[in-house]
């Protein structure tokens, strides 16, 4: 009955931004943890950043640091990915994914084997 939904993907051109949702619904759902990854055809699923639900721990990929804003809201169950200065190279789906199982080591959360609630993912297109 647990569902993760994502919003606001879509077409932007470089140097743009967008600010992608998820919202988890469908019973009391309490995640450990929960964040974004995204894939292109023809390349493996790359992890792009996570959080905690405490707060307590926050990653990023390299690849976005400085550029991704991850954040949460705890009344509605929702996490929010603001994307700034947005590369052609960020085009992708990108998945929301969930983990009930405590992640002890902050290296952990960058093992997408870890999560085990997935959405059906958002289009974003960066054009050049």
């Known amino acids: 009955q647990v569902q993760l939904v994502e919003s606001g993907g879509g077409l932007v051109q470089a140097g743009g931004s967008l600010r992608l949702s998820c919202a988890a619904s469908?019973?009391?759902?309490?995640?450990?943890?929960m964040g974004w990854c995204r894939q292109t055809p023809g390349k493996e699923r790359e992890f792009v950043t996570a959080?905690?639900?405490?707060?307590?721990?926050?990653v990023y990929a390299d690849s976005v640091k400085g550029r991704f804003i991850i954040s949460r809201d705890t009344s509605n169950n929702t996490i929010w990915l603001q994307m700034n200065s947005l590369e052609p190279e960020d085009t992708a789906v990108y998945y929301c994914?969930?983990?009930?199982?405590?992640?002890?080591?902050?290296?952990?959360?960058?093992?997408?084997?870890?999560?085990?609630?997935w959405g059906p993912g958002t289009q974003v297109t960066v054009s050049s």
């Open positions: 959080t905690s639900w405490s707060g307590g721990t926050i």
């Open positions: 469908g019973g009391t759902f309490s995640a450990y943890a």
């Open positions: 994914a969930a983990t009930k199982s405590p992640l002890y080591y902050s290296d952990d959360y960058f093992r997408i084997g870890e999560y085990n609630y």
